[in-house]
């Protein structure tokens, strides 16, 4: 855990030195985890990449967990119809594109993390491990 999370605007991007040399264990592979493993071992490292990578993911994320979110709520309102021709005609018109609107940032995530941390199915393990 970093305790500096939410303080960014207090303190600085790189930490200052400490007086002796310490051992700092890093937990997570992921563009944060590289981020604070690589300042750790050479503050003065250009992350320019990682921070980019970082701010991809993030925004995809974030897209995802909003398409997520309107997902779920069209689900229950669909849910709720009674008639089912109705319904039908809903789960075509509205939850198949709300599926589509949130496949798209999680297909592009894919392509950014590594498959080792990957949490969904890839397209490669739905088409030949299922």
Same mark, same amino acid.
């Given at each position: ?8 605007? =207090?303190?600085?991007?790189?930490? %200052?030195?400490?007086?002796?040399? +310490?051992? =700092? ?9 590289? =981020? #604070? ?5 050479? %503050?003065?490292?250009?992350? #320019? ?22 997902? #779920? ?21 509205? =939850? ?5 609107? $949130? +496949? ?7 392509? $950014? ?18």
């Amino acid at each position: 855990m970093n305790p500096r999370t939410a303080f960014e605007h =207090i303190y600085p991007d790189v930490p %200052p030195k400490a007086e002796k040399p +310490r051992t =700092i264990g890093v937990i997570g592979a992921g563009p944060a985890g590289v =981020i #604070t493993a690589v300042t750790a071992a050479c %503050p003065q490292a250009d992350l #320019t990449v990682q921070r980019e990578l970082l701010e991809k993911v993030s925004l995809r994320l974030t897209a995802a967990t909003k398409a997520l979110n309107s997902l #779920t709520e069209l689900v229950e309102q669909v849910d709720a119809m009674e008639d089912v021709k109705e319904m039908a005609l809903a789960y075509h018109d509205q =939850i198949v594109p709300a599926m589509a609107a $949130l +496949r798209k940032p999680v297909d592009e995530m894919e392509l $950014l993390v590594d498959k080792s941390i990957w949490p969904v199915p890839t397209y490669g393990d739905l088409m030949f491990e299922v």
